[in-house]
């Protein structure tokens, strides 16, 4: 059986309810009893995108991706106010061709009653060609249509959504009165209204004692007395004021020796009331305690200490504050009406509610026999215990099974399998309907029409590249980024399509004009239109983007919940965890574009094991809320290698120092961490005990390294045995390597590391602080130091010039990976699942 | 404001030593270092959240047009 279950129930504003609390427990208890036997999807309404995040979280696995259909709806199809008529009909037609397009056997709607002050919207008829179901919580407002159905368009909206229950194949019902009430009253045949029940949670039981928790609660609410408990709402139907009557009917003894303590949260209007009803019948004030809305662990401790529970409703669909009461042992006492004697079943714990003396009576007889209320603790935490999520959910399968047997039997109706022509149908029906539709809402509803087609057979990664199709200024990141790009285009990963797409005027796009550029094409490129993920594809930040993070992010997160899957490039934690050599400003953007991925990220990839790890640490150290509840998977994948290029000529001066005397080579851009200030007084340091040697700096300036700099343009041996070159090519840096007698990696933290390995290509020695993440890239092929000081870094250049050690296994070019090698490398732990 | 300063972004990143010369002045006077990141941070989060009839994603797009184009017939 393939089941879809719309969860708007626990997404609209009903999850504040006990529709809300009903829906995530049956579904999570169904979920476990139906989802190894059955194929069951979740229907999602996007636009409560927080609802969708705590739902994944929640119901982890059942969620993820593939069994979830997230349904993008517009703005504004509320049935209050007035004005979107054209747009509630249109999206609750595209939600029909939505389900329908999801081929299950069973549609399960959490909620009908749903979509009059908030954007949840379903089909406005059953869908073609699959059973519905629906849980029926009430039909409380049939009963009172005045009080209830008032307003012409509360009327209209609840007559539509009574339409489509009567509709329905089956209805589950959440108790037996329910049941019987919906036949009756929607001259429904009984076979297809079931009666499932409902249950209590499981952390609604006795709580440990804890007197200093009791005398706070106590003091906290002004309840000085033993104290008679009522929990629940304020309408009508629920009969506080008679319950406050028959509170002040007791005998005085009683009534002076308990208070009256009211929980739920009241309208001003019904406050107003209550306060009437206990000036009527002469209560002083200290009497009658209004708790307000409490917390599930208070009320759970509130009806544990209770002296007796009463719930004198006149209409109930199930019934759920008494059963939660003797749960948590409570005696409890309601009125015999509706559903309530289902819940409570003791027929000396039921009174007439519509009679203030019945209740008195009811109450004097728990309250005044300290045996009999400890019988009706006892008694109700045994009757609370035979409510259980898992036998609701058992009956609901047995149900669904049924109504799946007798739909199998039945002749099957010819509908349009072909998704393209139920799509071409939908629009059809859509633009006939009646209705001057602006073209905002005509937008609106191409999107959500468009959310809810299926995936496309290729896989599409969407590659983010938006720093660099803005700007490209050769930086580590963007070389990375550009031979990644260039060698997933000329070879994709097998069944995937490779689409750049840039973060611009605030959303995603296609990077088209990149993508002409990265090839040197000529001629226009299509247009950079706007564009959204679908469930299935990738999403993949290759570029360093922290630039747009902050506004990217809310789109991410939507694609998300969509299915797509989010994917990031790390290239190091430089910013985290060498704070001190980045400007704080820089050291900011990175930890806020490092967080933010992190919260979002279904994988996080790192150019290194090293990398990884000190990740790894991060994460665990920084506890982050993420989207889904869950942190993301760590991987590691490294850079390619570019070809060597050839060598040219070295510049006259450096040429003939690099003749005269051995030469210690450094390259990297000038920043604090790569350690140039101690390499140069380390220097300074041989040269004055008679050392011969070169120092060459290659690379641009950085940051943070102005005094460093200026010391270098006056240094006594600049341009004699210290050179500092800024604008070397690849073919004079090549020279350089050849001609220098060991590389200096001084560096005090890297990502990767990759002038180590062009050193090694060009055979020349490395003499390398000993970093893990050297040790990763390099392993045996260079020599390691640890020098917290310039003597012991002199040192170790002593040691390693005195007898200079060559490795024995010299890098060959195959050693670390081409960038062809780094691509498919990395293609194969996206594809992995995360 | 903001689009001259991003315009000046991306000139100063082609020209490395004069962006140097001009972020170190600027470091210099915290309260202008400020205000000026302050206008670059600026974001419009929810801008991709409007459905806009005239920036709609290409498949958006062509269920739009079809559906306005039916809906104009007489």
Known sequence: MKLLLDLQGAQSQSRHRGIGRYTLALTRAFLDRAASEHDVRLLLNARFGDQVDALIATLGEHARPTHRLVVEVPEGIRAQPRGNAWLRRASARAMRRAIENAGADIAWYSSILEGYNDDAVLPEAPPAGIASVATLYDLIPLHDQDAYLGHPRIRQWYGQSVEMLKQCDMLLA??????????????????????????????????????????????????????????????????????????????????????LVIVGRASQEEAAQLVAAARKARLPAESVVYTGFVSDEELIRLYAECALFVFPSLLEGFGLPPLEAMACGAPVI?????????????????????????????????????????????????????????????????????????????????????????????????????????????????????????????????????????????????????????????????????????FARGRYRHARRYAFELFDRTGTPLPEDAIEAINGDVFFGLDWVVDTIDAAEPQLREWHRRGASLQFLIHDLLPVTLPDTFHPYARDRFDNWLRRISRIADRLICVSRATRDELHGWLTSNRLTYQFGRSPALAHSPPGVDTTASPSQIRTELAAAMQQRPTVLMVGTLEPRKGHDQALRACELLWRSGVDINLVIVGHFGWLMESFAANLAKHEERKRRLFWIEDADDGELHAIYQASSVLLAASWGEGYGLPLIEAARHGLPVLARDLPVFREVMQQRATYFKASSATELADALRDWLTSPRRPDELASATSWPSWKQSAERLASVIAESP | MKSLLYFAKQFLARRPGLRRKIVNAIYR????????????????????????????????????????????RP
């Open chain 2, 29 to 72: 006077i915290p309260a202008l270092d400020m205000r000026l990141r302050a206008v670059l941070d600026q974001r419009d989060d929810l801008a991709w959240r409007r459905v806009d009839p005239n920036d709609l994603p290409e498949d958006a797009r062509e269920v739009y047009e079809t559906l306005r184009n039916r809906m104009k």
């Open chain 1, 334 to 502: 309601a009125s015999h009406a509706a559903s309530l004697p289902e819940v409570v079943d003791k027929r000396d714990a039921l009174f007439d509610p519509q009679r203030a003396d019945d209740i008195t009576a009811c109450m004097s007889q728990v309250l005044g026999n300290a045996h009999y209320a400890d019988e009706l603790r006892k008694y109700g935490r045994e009757r609370a215990a035979m409510f259980s999520w898992k036998s609701v959910a058992n009956r609901a399968l047995d149900a669904l099974q049924e109504l799946a047997h007798r739909q199998s039997r039945r002749p099957t109706v010819a509908i349009h399998d072909n998704p393209l022509a139920r799509e071409e149908q939908l629009i059809t029906d859509i633009s006939l309907m009646d209705g001057k539709p602006s073209d905002e809402d005509l937008a609106s509803v191409a999107c959500m029409v468009v959310s809810t087609r299926k995936s496309e057979a290729m896989q599409r990664w969407l590659v983010d590249v938006s720093s660099i199709a803005e700007k490209d200024i050769h930086t580590g990141v963007q070389r990375v980024v550009r031979n990644i790009l260039m060698h997933w285009f000329t070879s994709p990963p097998e069944g995937v399509q490779i689409v750049p797409i840039r």
């Open chain 1, 174 to 259: 959440i108790s037996e009165w329910v049941r019987q009430d919906a036949i009756q009253r929607l001259q429904l045949p009984s076979e297809r209204v079931v009666n499932i029940g409902a249950a209590v949670d499981d952390w609604f039981t006795p709580p440990a004692l804890d007197p200093t928790a009791s005398a706070e609660l106590r003091s906290r609410y002004g309840i000085t007395r033993p104290y008679v408990l009522y929990n629940g709402g304020f309408d009508a139907r629920k009969n506080v004021p008679a319950l406050i009557r028959a509170f002040a009917a007791l005998p005085e003894a009683l009534r002076a020796a308990h208070q």
